[in-house]
């Protein structure tokens, strides 16, 4: 994802404190952690898919399937440029 690990440890903290995930150290290997969605994380999940769901089909609309798999194409290949250039 490119991210920074700093910052994926802020997000995960975040979450945490919201009650969203748990993290708990792995047993195998104490420099490791599990981390587990809660039952609110699995709730917003499927509230946010139906709403992703909606937003996606009125976004489509009038969108022939095949400019839209050309544009999925193009930004696919937009994305490992800038990949590939560490941006």
């Not at 699995?42 to 769901?53: D, F, G, H, I, P």
């Not at 022939?64 to 696919?76: H, M, Q």
Request: contains cysteine.
């Amino acid at each position: 994802m490119c991210v920074e690990k700093s910052s994926i440890s802020r997000v995960l903290s975040g979450m945490e404190r919201n009650g969203l995930i748990t993290r708990r150290v792995d047993p195998a290997d104490s420099r490791r952690k599990i981390i587990r969605p809660t039952q609110k994380a699995n709730t917003l999940k499927e509230r946010s898919l139906a709403v992703a769901r909606e937003v996606l089909a009125l976004t489509c609309e009038n969108i022939d399937s095949e400019d839209y798999v050309c544009c999925l194409k193009v930004l696919a290949k937009a994305k490992d440029n800038l990949r590939k250039h560490g941006k």
